[in-house]
């Protein structure tokens, strides 16, 4: 059981938009930014987005997120084939003094 | 140019424990700022955040996980090395090291190794 939780499978069309969200409580969320991940098969997480809003040099400007409350999302837009992965929200949980992910999220482009 | 790359034994018995290295160049862990954390992820399954450790030596645990665990560095070897005592099979996943953002918040974790595959089998 995640400490984040995150809709286990999301699906569109290419060219469509995808929204993933990313439910947590007022010790992880409501008191810092949550970072995103993506996992293509059989590879290493990469960071997407940071600080709720920030993409990192290279991320192209189609994957962006927001922070509201004790949630975040991370949106997709123009979906290629490519985007096919895993996708993990993730934050500090100042309660349980420890870093803490969602359970992830599978994009699946039909 | 940030890089790591974790090292370690690929099998284990059950009750052994287990200790893998994290490798980095491209940044240093005497920098203010600079943390070095570990996640694993049992084949299949989510990913699991399990420690990080800072260039002032606070270190950070998963409280499932905490009496199990030890995180240390050597600044100079630019090494970070994670030990997890009492190994059950239960523990099988790919562990992965990772650089956190300087000055974030959230704890970010911008720079991954590939991953090490670790089994725990008799």
């Known amino acids: 059981q995640s400490v984040l939780t995150q809709p286990p499978s999301v699906s569109a069309a290419p060219g469509q938009r995808v929204t993933i969200s990313c439910s947590g409580s007022n010790s992880n969320i409501g008191k810092s930014s949550v970072s995103w991940y993506q996992q293509l098969p059989g590879r290493a997480p990469k960071l997407l987005i940071y600080?709720?809003?920030v993409r990192p040099s290279g991320i192209p400007d189609r994957f962006s997120g927001s922070m509201s409350g004790t949630s975040a999302t991370l949106d997709i837009t123009g979906l290629q084939t490519g985007d096919e992965a895993d996708y993990y929200c993730g934050t500090w949980d100042n309660s349980l003094n420890a870093g803490v992910f969602g359970g992830g999220t599978k994009v699946t482009v039909l | 140019q940030i890089t790591l790359k974790e090292s370690g034994p690929t099998l284990v018995k059950p009750t052994q424990t287990l200790t893998l290295t994290c490798t980095f160049s491209?940044?240093?862990?005497?920098?203010?700022?600079?943390?070095v954390g570990w996640i694993r992820q049992p084949p299949g399954k989510a990913l699991e955040w399990l420690a990080i450790i800072y260039w002032d030596d606070d270190k950070r645990f998963s409280p499932s996980l905490k009496s199990r665990l030890t995180i240390t560095k050597d600044t100079s070897k630019n090494q970070v090395d994670l030990t997890m005592a009492d190994m059950d099979p239960v523990d099988t996943a790919t562990y992965y090291c990772?650089?956190?953002?300087?000055?974030?918040?959230?704890?970010?974790?911008?720079?991954w190794g590939h991953g090490t595959l670790v089994t725990v089998s008799s």
């Open positions: 990772a650089h956190s953002v300087e000055g974030a918040t959230g704890v970010p974790l911008d720079f």
């Open positions: 491209g940044f240093s862990l005497s920098t203010s700022g600079v943390g």
């Open positions: 600080e709720g809003t």
